[in-house]
């Protein structure tokens, strides 16, 4: 007599507890849209939703690009140091050190991109019931990598329409719970820089805080704004992560390739991290980051003048439109123009942009609820497509009247 299986067990999830927040990324929403309606109707869509340079006009200098093929052919392709080239880090701390923030080669790690930094620095720094300061609006992965480590997101409504913290209300939000405060300058999504830093470190100093300090557009300020770290304030060196990346700065975005700054165990602790995720970051990568850490940086002065030339252009069409005002940002390449005077809110705003006139735009509320009523505009572009785009928006606030 055959014996009967017993069973199945009760049926239940692979997937671990840790992934139910899981949600594609809303900030990248528009773009999966936008790529649908390409591919399904064959629409010519107007791409200001990407947080990339679009162009030829926009592409590494030179002498990056013939480094890394140079190491290529040279047969740099094997696995390197975990926590970066020594020579790389070494220029990284130059850097650092230039900011105000004295650092040493032992203080650096190189990441695979800014995204990788902040991941391995909220993963090693969060612990369950820990609590983190984030701002609002601000940028959502970091959200993601706090709740995954067991953290609660605690939100900094930023004050228009420079996005300030308030001081008084961020004091009133830290506790013997607060581990960590994040802080992006020039800031994501709106561009603006983040001011009062000598205060805000006597605040994370009183409270026993860490600080996150995302910088990734640090050398994307245009004049007379300027860049400072919080990094560089009294007492704020080992008490900083100050976090960066070769994406922005030099037009390498696709080479994923960023750094952090941060005391020696910290950095230890997240080379530990890193060695048993990424193990390292690729040699020829890092030697085309190396070149365009020491050498010309009048690529980065151009590229900077250009965009200025653009983020003026955008700001002053889109403040041309009924409903619609735009502050200049202080650094980035996005705009955060508010758009509450069409009388849409950011989702409403993006979908009729994007489904009516085939223009990607981000909703504001991707990055938080303080977001409605904007949406994230980026001009990394060329201007016949900023035209374009543009004019497809003048069209749909117009015919809104």
Same mark, same amino acid.
């Given at each position: 007599m055959t014996t009967p299986y017993p069973p199945p067990p009760t049926t239940r999830s692979p997937l671990s507890s840790r992934t139910r927040h899981f949600v594609l990324p809303r900030q990248w929403a528009s773009m999966r849209r936008a790529e649908q309606l390409e591919r399904e109707t064959g629409t010519r869509v107007i791409h200001l939703e990407k947080g990339d340079f679009q162009g030829e006009e926009f592409r590494p200098a030179p002498h990056i690009l013939?480094?890394?093929?140079?190491?290529?052919?040279?047969?740099?392709?094997? %696995?390197? /140091?975990?926590? !970066?080239?020594?020579?790389?880090?070494?220029?990284?701390?130059?850097?650092?050190?230039?900011?105000?923030?004295?650092? =040493?080669?032992?203080?650096?790690?190189?990441?695979?991109?800014?995204?990788?930094?902040?991941?391995?620095?909220?993963?090693?720094?969060?612990?369950?019931?820990?609590?983190?300061?984030?701002? +609002?609006?601000?940028? /959502?992965?970091?959200? #993601?990598?706090?709740?995954?480590?067991?953290?609660?997101?605690?939100?900094? /409504?930023?004050?228009?329409?420079? #996005?300030? #913290?308030?001081?008084?209300?961020?004091?009133?939000?830290?506790?013997?719970?607060?581990?960590?405060?994040?802080?992006?300058? /020039?800031?994501?999504? +709106?561009?603006?820089?983040?001011?009062?830093?000598?205060?805000?470190?006597?605040?994370?100093?009183?409270?026993?805080?860490?600080?996150?300090?995302?910088?990734?557009?640090?050398?994307?300020? %245009?004049?007379?704004?300027?860049?400072?770290?919080?990094?560089?304030?009294?007492?704020?060196?080992?008490?900083?992560?100050?976090?960066?990346? #070769?994406?922005?700065? %030099?037009?390498?975005? !696709?080479?994923?390739?960023?750094?952090?700054?941060?005391?020696?165990?910290?950095?230890?602790?997240?080379?530990?991290?890193?060695?048993?995720?990424?193990? +390292?970051?690729?040699?020829?990568?890092?030697?085309? =980051?190396?070149?365009?850490?020491?050498?010309?940086?009048?690529?980065?002065?151009?590229t900077r003048d250009r965009l200025r030339v653009k983020r003026d252009r955008m700001v002053a069409s889109l403040n041309a439109l009924p409903g619609v005002t735009c502050p200049a940002p202080d650094g980035s390449f996005y705009v955060f123009p508010d758009i509450r005077g069409t009388g849409l809110t950011a989702q409403q705003f993006t979908d009729l942009l994007i489904d009516r006139y085939a223009v990607g735009v981000v909703a504001g509320t991707a990055f938080g609820d303080r977001g409605e009523g904007h949406v994230r505009i980026t001009y990394a572009a060329p201007d016949e497509i900023l035209d374009e785009g543009l004019s497809r928006i003048r069209q749909a606030v117009e015919n809104l009247g």
């Open positions: 013939d480094a890394c093929a140079r190491a290529v052919h040279d047969g740099h392709v094997r %696995y390197v /140091p975990g926590p !970066g080239l020594p020579e790389l880090r070494d220029a990284i701390a130059a850097e650092a050190t230039r900011r105000g923030r004295p650092t =040493a080669r032992e203080e650096v790690l190189v990441t695979m991109g800014a995204k990788h930094a902040l991941t391995q620095s909220l993963l090693t720094l969060v612990d369950n019931g820990d609590e983190a300061i984030f701002p +609002n609006p601000g940028y /959502p992965p970091d959200e #993601f990598w706090i709740t995954y480590a067991g953290g609660r997101v605690v939100y900094a /409504p930023l004050v228009e329409p420079d #996005f300030h #913290f308030d001081l008084d209300h961020l004091a009133r939000l830290m506790n013997t719970r607060t581990k960590v405060l994040i802080i992006n300058s /020039p800031q994501r999504p +709106n561009g603006m820089t983040v001011d009062r830093l000598a205060e805000i470190g006597e605040l994370c100093r009183r409270h026993d805080v860490m600080v996150i300090s995302d910088e990734i557009f640090s050398h994307m300020v %245009y004049p007379p704004a300027r860049h400072h770290t919080i990094a560089a304030v009294d007492g704020m060196a080992d008490r900083t992560l100050l976090v960066d990346t #070769f994406s922005k700065s %030099y037009i390498m975005t !696709g080479f994923r390739i960023g750094w952090c700054v941060a005391n020696r165990d910290l950095i230890t602790a997240m080379d530990i991290f890193q060695q048993n995720s990424v193990t +390292n970051v690729p040699a020829f990568v890092q030697m085309a =980051a190396l070149a365009a850490l020491t050498g010309p940086q009048d690529h980065v002065i151009a």
